[in-house]
C-alpha cells in the first residue's frame, strides 16, 4: 500500500512563502507525475501544479504562475511545491496526489495532469491559511 505524506502547511501572512512537500512510503511504485490540488472552504478542488517526469515538465494554473514553483524527485517520488507572495486566496487544503505508471494511464492531447482523474494516489491533504 502506498501512502503520500504531505508537509509544511501553516498560517502565514499575505506576501510570506510557504514550502510544501510530499514522500511517498510503502511499497515501490514509480510515477509518471505528482502535483498539488487545493480545496477552499465551499469551493470545488482545483489543480495547483503538477510535474512530469518524461521531460522534466511543469504545468501550473493560472492564479499561481510566477508565484509557486513545484520541483521534485522522480527516484525519490517526492515533490514540492514553493509558494512565495502567497495571497488570502491561496488558503485552502492542499492535497499532494500521483500517478502510478501501474495504472497505465496516458495523457493524450492538452492540459495533461491537470485533472484530477489523472492522479490515482492522493495525500491526506495539509492546510495552508494566509491571512490578510
Known amino acids: 500500500q502506498v501512502q503520500l505524506a504531505e508537509s509544511g502547511g501553516g498560517l502565514v501572512q499575505a506576501g510570506d512563502s510557504l514550502r510544501l512537500s510530499c514522500t511517498a512510503s510503502?511499497?515501490?511504485?514509480?510515477?509518471?507525475?505528482m502535483g498539488w490540488f487545493r480545496q477552499a472552504p465551499g469551493k470545488e478542488r482545483e489543480f495547483v501544479a503538477a510535474?512530469?517526469?518524461?521531460?522534466?515538465?511543469?504545468t501550473y494554473t493560472s492564479s499561481v504562475k510566477g508565484r509557486f514553483t513545484i520541483s521534485g524527485d522522480n527516484a525519490q517520488n517526492t515533490v514540492h511545491l514553493q509558494m512565495d507572495s502567497l495571497k488570502p486566496e491561496d488558503t485552502a487544503f492542499y492535497y499532494c496526489?500521483?500517478?502510478?505508471?501501474?495504472?497505465?494511464?496516458?495523457?493524450?492531447?492538452?492540459?495533461?495532469?491537470?485533472?484530477?482523474?489523472?492522479?490515482?494516489?492522493w495525500g491526506q491533504g495539509t492546510q495552508v491559511t494566509v491571512s490578510s
Open positions: 510535474f512530469i517526469w518524461s521531460g522534466g515538465r511543469p
Open positions: 510503502g511499497q515501490t511504485f514509480s510515477t509518471n507525475a
Open positions: 496526489v500521483a500517478d502510478s505508471t501501474d495504472r497505465g494511464y496516458t495523457c493524450l492531447g492538452y492540459g495533461c495532469y491537470t485533472r484530477s482523474y489523472e492522479f490515482d494516489y
